[in-house]
């Protein structure tokens, strides 16, 4: 599996784009990562919320299809231990995959994250937008500079 981690707005809304098959080593490093990167954030921002995009359309699920309960546990498990002190303040996750929707309430109960599934990146940045209207011009931006990914 290969993964990006970045920004749509710089220190407010984190893109991670996971792709291939996932296994709970990626998780792994792919947590550290954001961590990283949600550390830098909160460190300039002010206190400021950051929301979270993780797209999954691409991803392979053949880890998650065993048990999807014992899935949620081992990721909680690997998931870099500063996410659950320093929480992202909304996470989107991009599926359409009914395991992953599955998936991801489970770990919604584990973690208490306020997180919720979206079909697309695009139906993604409106939730941004409605929940944050001051980030209106940065995420317009960001779609007129990444139109193919915000398109479907």
Request: hydrophobic share 45%; net charge negative; glycine share 6%.
């Amino acid at each position: 599996m290969a993964y990006t981690v970045s920004w749509i707005v710089e220190d407010r809304v984190i893109y991670v784009s996971l792709y291939g098959e996932i296994t709970l080593d990626d998780f792994r490093e792919s947590s550290k990562q954001i961590a990283d990167y949600l550390d830098i954030a909160y460190a300039r921002a002010n206190g400021e919320i950051v929301v979270g995009v993780i797209d999954l359309t691409a991803a392979g699920l053949g880890v998650l299809l065993r048990s999807t309960v014992s899935a949620a546990q081992d990721i909680s498990n690997v998931v870099d231990p500063r996410h659950w002190e320093a929480k992202p303040g909304f996470v989107l996750l991009i599926t359409q995959n009914d395991v992953a929707k599955l998936l991801t309430s489970i770990v919604i109960r584990i973690s208490k994250q306020p997180m919720t599934t979206v079909g697309s990146l695009e139906e993604a940045l409106m939730v941004v937008r409605s929940m944050y209207p001051e980030l209106q011009a940065q995420l317009e931006a960001y779609q007129a500079s990444h139109p193919a990914d915000t398109t479907g």
